[in-house]
């Protein structure tokens, strides 16, 4: 078995879980490689008891790994996407972070998580993706085009509302007067989207949620539509330019740029242990059993 590992942070007393991931890795025939930059990360701090130095690195990923380990927060597996990409290589979620919807895999389980997964007991949830086409084409974008959480449309350099007129498979839905326009998946459906008002979605439902960010027009409402849709959207306000991110990456068009956005053609396996499901997640993360009636 061939091991991908990643982080984007080392906090503080990170070592304590870093080196619970790697021992428990130890203990089993596996290949280990750990992303370059995160290597060194580890080594530059002296309390890690681990030789981190006896394991290989790799830069980008190939079809010979088996899983991907992401060690942080939400963040660090939206940026783990970026590796994994159409491989279809799962990805183990480790929360060292705070909040953490999509690594579910909690720091205080590390050992015990870590020996099910390596004995195959687990099962896989599959998450679809958006990607997004601009007209014309955008260089900031690139090949990163695909988005697990969302693609949100933003102001930039002014206080003034934008207006974002929205087709869905070419038919006109509406203009949104706002700051902003967030096309969620399901995944995304408990970060940004649900800051805004907009409805939490089982990640296994086929559909996409269109929320605007402080609309202007008050009978505007976040639109849960089929994930089969195409969304057309046009951008104009009082600047010539704008945001557009994909997850964490951030790019600036201009205004009369067409963006459009389709389910992308592969999905992302993620991890789950049997005593772990979406539902439990939500009773976890937003106290849902907390109330003392219950």
Same mark, same amino acid.
Request: negative net charge; glycine residues 6%.
């Given at each position: 078995?061939?091991?991908?590992?990643?982080?984007?942070?080392?906090?503080?007393?990170?070592? %304590?879980?870093?080196?619970?991931?790697?021992?428990?890795?130890?203990?089993?025939?596996?290949?280990?490689?750990?992303?370059?930059?995160?290597?060194?990360?580890?080594?530059?701090?002296?309390?890690?008891?681990?030789?981190?130095?006896?394991?290989?690195?790799?830069?980008?990923?190939?079809?010979?790994?088996? #899983?991907?380990?992401?060690?942080?927060?939400?963040? %660090?597996?939206?940026?783990?996407?970026?590796?994994? $990409?159409?491989?279809?290589?799962?990805?183990?979620?480790?929360?060292?972070? $705070?909040?953490?919807?999509?690594?579910?895999?909690?720091?205080?389980?590390?050992?015990?998580?870590?020996?099910?997964?390596? !004995?195959?007991?687990?099962?896989?949830?599959?998450?679809?993706?958006?990607?997004?086409?601009?007209?014309?084409?955008?260089?900031?974008?690139?090949?990163?085009?695909?988005?697990?959480?969302?693609?949100?449309?933003? $102001?930039?350099?002014?206080?003034?509302?934008?207006?974002?007129?929205?087709?869905?498979?070419?038919?006109?839905?509406?203009?949104?007067?706002?700051?902003?326009?967030?096309?969620?998946?399901? %995944?995304?459906?408990?970060?940004?989207?649900?800051?805004?008002?907009?409805?939490?979605?089982?990640?296994?439902?086929?559909?996409?949620?269109?929320?605007?960010?402080?609309?202007?027009?008050?009978?505007?409402?976040?639109?849960?539509?089929?994930?089969?849709?195409?969304?057309?959207?046009?951008?104009?306000?009082?600047?010539? !330019?704008?945001?557009?991110? #994909?997850?964490?990456?951030?790019?600036? #068009?201009?205004?009369?740029?067409?963006?459009?956005?389709?389910?992308?053609?592969?999905?992302?396996?993620?991890?789950?242990?049997?005593?772990? !499901?979406?539902?439990?997640?939500?009773?976890?993360?937003?106290?849902?059993?907390?109330?003392?009636?219950?």
């Amino acid at each position: 078995m061939k091991i991908g590992i990643y982080g984007q942070f080392y906090h503080q007393n990170s070592e %304590t879980y870093i080196q619970g991931i790697l021992a428990a890795l130890k203990e089993s025939p596996v290949e280990v490689l750990i992303e370059k930059n995160f290597r060194d990360m580890i080594k530059a701090h002296e309390a890690m008891d681990t030789e981190v130095s006896s394991f290989g690195t790799f830069t980008e990923l190939d079809g010979t790994y088996d #899983l991907f380990f992401s060690i942080g927060g939400d963040g %660090t597996i939206l940026k783990s996407v970026t590796f994994v $990409r159409d491989l279809d290589i799962p990805i183990v979620g480790i929360n060292t972070g $705070r909040l953490g919807f999509l690594a579910t895999i909690q720091k205080e389980k590390i050992t015990e998580s870590i020996r099910q997964i390596l !004995s195959g007991k687990y099962s896989l949830s599959s998450r679809s993706l958006i990607s997004v086409h601009t007209s014309p084409n955008s260089e900031e974008i690139g090949e990163l085009n695909f988005a697990l959480n969302e693609v949100a449309i933003n $102001r930039k350099n002014t206080t003034s509302m934008i207006k974002v007129d929205t087709l869905v498979n070419s038919e006109y839905l509406t203009s949104y007067w706002s700051d902003g326009l967030i096309v969620s998946t399901p %995944t995304g459906s408990t970060g940004y989207s649900l800051s805004c008002g907009g409805p939490i979605i089982d990640p296994s439902t086929s559909s996409l949620v269109l929320t605007p960010i402080a609309p202007h027009n008050l009978n505007a409402r976040p639109f849960v539509i089929p994930d089969n849709s195409e969304i057309t959207l046009k951008v104009s306000g009082r600047e010539e !330019s704008y945001l557009i991110s #994909l997850d964490s990456r951030i790019a600036t #068009l201009t205004n009369p740029t067409t963006i459009r956005i389709t389910r992308a053609a592969f999905t992302i396996k993620m991890v789950q242990l049997y005593d772990d !499901s979406f539902i439990n997640t939500l009773r976890e993360k937003l106290l849902w059993g907390e109330d003392k009636r219950n």
